[in-house]
């Protein structure tokens, strides 16, 4: 029922900086968690940020500092703003979110925290280089 949908991603060069953002449909999904993740080539997916359902940020230790998420207040909408680029950063970046629900957990779920990230969009590549 949800959907998502990453835009911004592209080429940047080392210290740049690229904003992401992640559309969730329909509107009327407001209230849980939505966060990003990353998968760079032969590594598993990571996650990168994250909003809980109580608005707290949380990061993931090789980006604090360099990125911020955020999300826009009665919009379902996340961005996140990404500085200072480093050619590690180079990933698919993923848009997740939380669909609230319990009981059997999906194979494609991800449980990070206070959340229970089950929806994921497609995925955007960052390439940090040159």
């Known amino acids: 029922q949800v959907q998502l949908a990453e835009s911004g991603g592209g080429v940047v060069e080392p210290g740049g900086s690229l904003s992401l953002s992640c559309s969730a449909t329909?509107?009327?999904?407001?209230?849980?968690?939505l966060g990003w993740f990353r998968q760079a080539p032969g590594k598993t997916r990571e996650v990168v940020a994250q909003?809980?359902?109580?608005?707290?940020?949380l990061y993931s230790d090789s980006v604090k500092g360099r990125f911020t998420v955020s999300r826009e207040n009665g919009r379902n909408t996340l961005h996140m703003e990404m500085t200072n680029l480093k050619p590690e950063d180079t990933a698919v970046y993923f848009c997740a979110a939380d669909l609230g629900r319990r009981g059997p957990i999906p194979s494609d779920a991800v449980l990070t925290g206070p959340c229970r990230f089950e929806r994921w969009g497609q995925g955007i590549l960052v390439n940090v280089s040159s």
């Open positions: 909003i809980t359902n109580i608005g707290a940020k």
């Open positions: 329909p509107v009327t999904y407001t209230t849980y968690c």
